[in-house]
C-alpha cells in the first residue's frame, strides 16, 4: 500500500505571499492532520480533516487554513507569509473510523520543507 | 506546564547497550502513547504504542508506561547504530481524537560503533 504523499517537497516563498501544500492520505485512510515541525517549537498539531470536514484545530492564527475534498486529499493554505513560517509541514493521516482507539494511529508523509525569504 | 516533555538529551551509547527514553505528560486522563522516531532530515516513523499500564515489547523495543506515576518510557535493547535518530513521544489531546497529537521535543539517540 503507498503510503502518504506530499506536494511539493519543497517551496521558497517570500513574505507576504501565500502558499498551497497538498497531501494525498493512505489508501482507505479518512483522516488527515497537518503538523509544523521547526527547531524552536518542535511538532506542533495544525488542524485534523475527516470526510471534509474540520475535526480539530491547534492554536494557529486564521492565516493557517485548510480543507479536505471527497477523495481524503487535503491542502493546506498559509496566507501573508511571515518569516517564522519557514518550517517542515507534515501531514499524517489514519483510517479515522474509531478515532479514540489506539488502533487510529497517525502515519506521516515525507513533508514539505517551506522556506519563507 | 508543557502537555509533553522528555529527556532532553542527547543521549549517547555503545552499540549493544540499552538505550532508555524518557516522557512525562501532565493530563492524567491520557489514555494513549505514542513513540516516533525521526531519523534527520526525515519525516517520523512510528514504533510504538501504548495504552494500558505495564510493559510493551515489540522486539528490541520496550515500552513502559506508568500512569500513576504520569510517565512512559522506552528501552532498546541491542541498540544499534541505525537506531540512531531523534525519538519522538506523542500523547493525544484528551477528549479529542487521535488524530490531534501532543509531541514532545524530542531525544536525540546516538549509538556509537
Known amino acids: 500500500k503507498a503510503g502518504v504523499t506530499q506536494t511539493p517537497r519543497y517551496l521558497i516563498k517570500t513574505r507576504g505571499q501565500q502558499v498551497t501544500l497538498s497531501c494525498s492520505p493512505i489508501?482507505?485512510?479518512?483522516?488527515v492532520s497537518w503538523y509544523q515541525q521547526t527547531p524552536g517549537q518542535g511538532l506542533q498539531f495544525l488542524f485534523e480533516y475527516f470526510s471534509e470536514t474540520q475535526r480539530n484545530k491547534g492554536n494557529f492564527p486564521g492565516r493557517f487554513s485548510g480543507r479536505q475534498f471527497s477523495n481524503s486529499r487535503s491542502e493546506m493554505n498559509v496566507s501573508t507569509l511571515e518569516l517564522g513560517d519557514s518550517a517542515l509541514y507534515l501531514c499524517a493521516s489514519s483510517p479515522g473510523l474509531a478515532p479514540h482507539s489506539s488502533t487510529d494511529t497517525q502515519y506521516f508523509g515525507p513533508g514539505t520543507r517551506l522556506t519563507v525569504l | 506546564q508543557k502537555e509533553v516533555e522528555q529527556n532532553s538529551g542527547p543521549l549517547s551509547v555503545p552499540e549493544g547497550a540499552i538505550a532508555s527514553l524518557n516522557c512525562t505528560y501532565s493530563?492524567?486522563?491520557?489514555?494513549?502513547f505514542f513513540w516516533y522516531r525521526q531519523y534527520s532530515g526525515k519525516s517520523p516513523e512510528l514504533i510504538m504504542f501504548?495504552?494500558?499500564?505495564g510493559d510493551k515489547e515489540d522486539g528490541r523495543f520496550t515500552a513502559q508506561l506508568n500512569k500513576a506515576s504520569q510517565y512512559v518510557s522506552l528501552l532498546i535493547r541491542d541498540s544499534q547504530p541505525s537506531d540512531s535518530a531523534t525519538y519522538l513521544c506523542a500523547v493525544p489531546k484528551v477528549g479529542s481524537t487521535l488524530g490531534r497529537l501532543y509531541f514532545g521535543r524530542g531525544t536525540q539517540l546516538t549509538v556509537w560503533p
Open positions: 501504548i495504552y494500558s499500564n
Open positions: 489508501s482507505g485512510h479518512r483522516s
Open positions: 493530563d492524567r486522563g491520557s489514555q494513549s
